[in-house]
């Protein structure tokens, strides 16, 4: 059996049974909760792999959930939700969520949201037994001691603020990072004018990054959130995403 433990939030009986029926097909772990309060007991007393959360709960929003669980835990958090604002969504992320699917929901989808998450969980768990100066994602390479990154085995010139925003994403990779977030890494704070600019670097940098435009893409924009830098596996590298 898969050893991941998912801790599903979810209040409407029929979509909770279609995620628990996903998880269990797939030999996953899983806890349910009805509720916010039932939630963080259950994510406190558990320590689950994932959550799932559903952001309107009958006691409390999904999105106080998150802010109670990040006070004490970075335990992924998938936001599963009706809601498809940018605003609910960007409000989602910058509490601490680190990916959002919009209802109606397919289960292929879900359960690939879920893969991606659990590889960027081994990889942050893998980085904190052995600490590795080199990132490699597909044919992208990033040597974080020498400030050098390759793609297929050239040099890529990059300037300073496109190297930092590489370097934010690749550590942050499978997860959607919100305009807000980004630029206070970046520059330390967050207007107009720095989201402007930061779309014209991400552009310049996705140009060096994705030549070919039929090529692999590293970078995944979300309209009016942030971008995501995608997991590339080996056997995909020939594939546009």
């Known amino acids: 059996m898969n050893k991941t433990v998912i801790l599903v939030v979810e209040d409407d009986r029929p979509i909770r049974s279609l995620i628990v029926t996903a998880l269990k097909t797939h030999d996953y772990k899983y806890l349910a909760a009805e509720n916010g309060s039932s939630a963080i007991l259950e994510a ?69 949201r879920i893969r991606v998450t659990q590889r960027r969980l081994a990889i942050t768990q893998a980085g904190e037994k052995v600490e590795t100066s080199v990132f490699e994602n597909g044919e992208l390479e990033i040597d974080y001691t020498a ?38 890494q970046i520059w330390g704070r967050c207007s107009e004018n720095d989201v402007a600019s930061l779309r014209v670097f991400m552009a310049t940098l996705r ?4 030549p070919e435009k039929n090529g692999v893409h590293y970078i995944q924009t979300h309209i009016g959130i942030g971008y995501r830098m995608l997991r590339i596996e080996k056997n995909e590298q020939e594939t546009n995403i």
């Open 44 to 112: 406190s007393s558990h320590n689950p792999d994932i959550v799932l959360l559903d952001l309107g709960l009958p006691d409390m929003e999904g999105v106080e959930v998150i802010k109670k669980v990040r006070t004490w835990s970075n335990m992924p958090i998938i936001v599963i939700s009706a809601r498809s604002e940018d605003t609910d969504k960007i409000e989602a992320l910058d509490a601490g969520a680190d990916d959002y699917i919009t209802k109606p929901f397919s289960v292929e989808e879900l359960l690939a």
């Open 147 to 184: 400030g050098c990154t390759y793609l297929k085995g050239e040099e890529l010139h990059l300037t300073p603020i496109e190297y930092k925003l590489l370097c934010l994403l690749s550590r942050n990779v499978g997860k959607v990072l919100t305009h807000t977030y980004i630029t206070q």
């Open 207 to 210: 140009k060096k990054l994705e």
